[in-house]
Structures are given as structure tokens and as C-alpha cells.
């Protein structure tokens, strides 16, 4: 956790978990001042006095759930303050709530089927859920999603001006000045958000610090390299020069970028759909790029005849969703798991394991260096579940249990060493009394549906709570 690096554009690297628990903390403290500034008695709110919800995708790896977990933390929330929502949950309860007051429960009744989609700047979310009593819902299909969003049409309108200008033009740009290269991406960004309005073409502004950049490298400016057919013939076709710094861009370039990423998501939807066969009633679609009218429209062409639920300001779907999410009590009762996971046991050797595994005890006994699997990729589990197991110290004086986590996206595993099974972390359960030396018991239990994975240590006979915890952070 320690070692993990954000780097920023113009190169400086900062701890990820401190910039991540300054903006928990910015927020927090804007929250509790925008209140408190509206109370005259001395009642001040504090952050325990608030339920705070803090929003993940659900496709995250348990290692950067509780990496969040731990940037809360740092940022003054207390776990017990703390909910760990999941985006496309949030997203859920928003769009069932609205769809079933339009359609007076015409669809979204119980027992019907939806698939959530939220499509937000850097990742696609979706989770498919069956409507359940109440509001509530079960999920039945592990989550999937992809790195696909409204920043895959930057990335991919940067690699555009890059066949324009050459990417070393680019690359120098962003380097050498970097709010400059902002205003450009801004620009963009307006571009991207009112392609409806535009006529044929779209306008972007490159600025004379672009100008300058392109210069030193080609000795002629950029609108000169236009009129000296300087720029690549395929290119030209579409892009043009109006003035000397308005880049005029056929507006079907931009939409088809738009287009490629939604193919990507197209891509995963489908190949989740032809795996389950599942008959989706709706769909509801958030997100801030799910705001274009060219995605909207291809998610309606693919789905068809399946109705396409789009919020009203769709980007603040989850934000929406996840106040209602923290009102409710466990609003997704069941959860299915997106992995197997399992830990690092000694075991009885028995016939057909690999003599690899083997080794001896003290006591000349042959064990196994085996797996023990906790809960199964696919399988479903509750919210309330609890996987139990009991333990023993091997050694008297011991005051600790340290577990070691693996997890894999096979079904059937068996050995830690095997290809695909990773190491993901450690559980430590700490027993410092020592006394009963190797009678001492303890139970574990592991909830494997909430929407993070978390684990109790008790003593079975006196009901002792241990100190147990799960580390993703350092494997
Ligand atoms: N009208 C629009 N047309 C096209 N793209 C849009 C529109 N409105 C917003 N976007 C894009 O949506 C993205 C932001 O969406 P959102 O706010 O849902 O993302 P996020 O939740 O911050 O990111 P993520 O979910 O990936 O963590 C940006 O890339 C933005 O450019
Ligand atoms: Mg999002």
C-alpha cells in the first residue's frame, strides 16, 4: 500500500492513498460545513454522526475495496460509519424506483429481469439483477464490465491529432505545457458533450502553444502545414484548418470514436448474455457517457425491443442511488461471486495429489499443501452468509493465525501453486492470550456476499471476540 504511486501529467508522483484521502476528506468537510454552517444552537454534526456511503464499481478487486476502506480511514471516517456501495447497485435502486412509479409496475415488477449499465469516463459497470419483493433485488450474473468510457473517445481523439501532428508533437505538448494541453482536452470534452448540435463538423481550438510545439519540430505552422499539403491525405479528407487555430473536424470522425467504444461494451454485454440466456425485461443505463445521444441510441438499436431506461442527468444516477442505498438495509440480498477464493491449508495427503505437494509433520504424518476453497466463482451467496471454519494454534505459545488468501477464476482448484491462482492477500487473527496453549480454539467467519469481503474471529466457548483482519493491500 505504501509503494503505490499516482503520477501526475507532468511527471510528479504522489502516494495514491494520500491523494485519494484528501478528496474523501475535501468532501467530507465540505459536507459537514454546508450543514453546520446552517445550525445557530452548538449541535454541531460531526462525521460520526453521518452514514457515509462511498461508491466502487462493481467489477473492483477486493484489493482496491479495501484500499478505499483504508483511504476513508485515513481521511477521519470510522469503519463503522462507513458503507461500501456498489456504483451499478446504486444505479439499481435509482432507475427501479423511477421506472416502476412511470410504468405503474408494468415491467419492473417482481420477478422481472434488468441489466444495469454504467458507462462513466474511465470504466463500464454492469451487474444484471432480478427484482425482488420490496424494491429489493438478488443478482444473478457476476458483474462484468471493461476500461471503457468517455475517456477511451480522448485517448482515441488524441491518437487522431497525433496522425494530424505526429504524437511527438503531442507528447512534447503535454510535457512542455501541460494547462495549456488542459484547455485543448476542455475543448474536446465541449465537443464530445454537444455533438447533437453541431452541423456537419465539430470545432476544436488548438492553441499557440500547440502552434509553437508544432513549429519547432516542422519549421512551418500548423494551418501552413494545411494549405502546403504537409498533412497525411487520408486525414485531410476529414479535417480542415479555419483560421489559424480552429481545427474543423467532420463531426461522423468524432461519432464514430463515440461508436468504437460502445462496441467494446456491446462486446462484453453480449458475450454475457449469450453464456446465460437470460430474457432481460429492461435495461437501465447511467453514467455520464451514457449522456451522448449516439450511445443512447446504440444501446436502444441493440436492445430492441427491450425498453432502455435512461435517468434524467444520468451521471448523477449513482450519487442519487447510493443516499437511497444507504437509507435501505441491505437492498441486494444476494450477491454472486466473481471469483473463487480459498487459502493456503495443510491437509491430509490422499490418493491422485502430486507428490510435489507432499511433506512430513512432526508427528511423520504425509500432508498436502493444498487449497481449501471458501466460496466458488458463479456461486450465490447471500448478503447474511457466513463461511465458518475453526481453528487451532500449532504451536502453544502462539498469538497470532495468519492465513494466506489465493483466489482464481477457475471453478475447481486445488493446489495454491497452480496457474491462475494468485495470491491476494493475508488473514490475521490475533490471540495473544496464550493461555490453554494448543486447546485454544478459534471460529472465523467470512462473509463472502456483502459487497466486501469481511470476517469475525470469536472463541466458540466463552464468545471472545479476536482481533481479525483481511490485508489486500500487501500481498
Ligand atoms: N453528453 C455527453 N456526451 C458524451 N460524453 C459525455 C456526456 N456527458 C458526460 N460525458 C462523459 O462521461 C464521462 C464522465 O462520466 P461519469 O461522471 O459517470 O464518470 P465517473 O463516474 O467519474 O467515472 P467512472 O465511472 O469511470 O469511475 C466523461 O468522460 C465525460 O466526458
Ligand atoms: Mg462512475
Redesign the pocket.
Known amino acids: 500500500m505504501e509503494g503505490f504511486q499516482l503520477k501526475a501529467a507532468n511527471g510528479k508522483s504522489m502516494q495514491a492513498l494520500e491523494v485519494f484521502s484528501s478528496a474523501i476528506s475535501f468532501l467530507k468537510q465540505h459536507l459537514l460545513d454546508a450543514i453546520n454552517i446552517t445550525r445557530l444552537d452548538d449541535d454541531r454534526l460531526e462525521a460520526n454522526d453521518v452514514l457515509w456511503v462511498l461508491t466502487v464499481?462493481a467489477i473492483w478487486s477486493e484489493k482496491s475495496k479495501h484500499f478505499m476502506i483504508a483511504a476513508a480511514k485515513k481521511a477521519g471516517i470510522d469503519k463503522a460509519d462507513l458503507c461500501i456501495a456498489l456504483?451499478p447497485e446504486c444505479a439499481a435502486i435509482l432507475g427501479n424506483k423511477l421506472y416502476s412509479n412511470k410504468n405503474s409496475s408494468e415491467v419492473a415488477k417482481v420477478g422481472a429481469k434488468y441489466m444495469v449499465i454504467?458507462?462513466?469516463?474511465?470504466?463500464c459497470?454492469i451487474v444484471v439483477h432480478e427484482l425482488l419483493e420490496n424494491g429489493d433485488a438478488k443478482e444473478i450474473e457476476r458483474a462484468i464490465g471493461t476500461d471503457a468510457?468517455?475517456?477511451t473517445?480522448?485517448k482515441k481523439f488524441q491518437e487522431y491529432l497525433g496522425k494530424i501532428l505526429t504524437m511527438t508533437v503531442i507528447e512534447e505538448m503535454k510535457a512542455k505545457y501541460p494547462a495549456d494541453w488542459k484547455n485543448i482536452e476542455r475543448d474536446l470534452?465541449l465537443v464530445?458533450?454537444s455533438?447533437n448540435d453541431c452541423r456537419g463538423s465539430a470545432i476544436v481550438t488548438l492553441t499557440s502553444c500547440l502552434d509553437k510545439v508544432y513549429m519547432a519540430f516542422n519549421s512551418i505552422c500548423i494551418s501552413e502545414a494545411f494549405k502546403c499539403n504537409e498533412i497525411e491525405q487520408t486525414v485531410k479528407e476529414h479535417v480542415d484548418m479555419q483560421g489559424e487555430h480552429r481545427l474543423k473536424i467532420d463531426k461522423l470522425i468524432i461519432e464514430n470514436m463515440?461508436r468504437e467504444v460502445f462496441r467494446l461494451v456491446k462486446n462484453e454485454i453480449q458475450a454475457l448474455l449469450d453464456k446465460s440466456e437470460i430474457n432481460l425485461d429492461y435495461v437501465i443505463l447511467v453514467?455520464?457517457?451514457s449522456?451522448?445521444s449516439v450511445?443512447l441510441k446504440e444501446m436502444e438499436d441493440h436492445f430492441n425491443p427491450i425498453p432502455v431506461v435512461r435517468p434524467h442527468e444520468a451521471?448523477l444516477a449513482?450519487l442519487r442511488g447510493a443516499v437511497l442505498y444507504g437509507l435501505r438495509k441491505n437492498p441486494i440480498r444476494s450477491r454472486i461471486s466473481r471469483k473463487t477464493y480459498g487459502y493456503r491449508t495443510k491437509r491430509k495427503f490422499e490418493d491422485g495429489d502430486p507428490e510435489c505437494q507432499s511433506y512430513y509433520d512432526d508427528e511423520k504424518s504425509k500432508l498436502c499443501d493444498a487449497f481449501e476453497t471458501i466460496v466458488t466463482i458463479g456461486e450465490s451467496v447471500k448478503t447474511g452468509d457466513k463461511v465458518t471454519q475453526y481453528y487451532r494454534p500449532v504451536n502453544a505459545n502462539q498469538t497470532a493465525i495468519l492465513l494466506n488468501v489465493y483466489s482464481s477464476e477457475k471453478k475447481n482448484v486445488k493446489y495454491c501453486n497452480e496457474e491462475g491462482v494468485d495470491k491476494v492477500g493475508t488473514l490475521l487473527v490475533d490471540m495473544p492470550d496464550t493461555t490453554g496453549g494448543k486447546d485454544r480454539k478459534v471460529k472465523i467467519e467470512i462473509s463472502f456476499g456483502k459487497t466486501y469481503m469481511q470476517v469475525e474471529a470469536t472463541d466458540p466457548n466463552s464468545g471472545k471476540v479476536f482481533n481479525a483482519t483481511f490485508d489486500f493491500l500487501c500481498k
Open positions: 464499481p456504483e454504467d458507462l462513466g469516463g474511465g470504466t459497470d468510457g468517455g475517456t473517445v480522448d470534452e464530445k458533450k455533438l463515440l453514467g455520464g457517457f449522456n451522448s450511445i451521471e449513482v
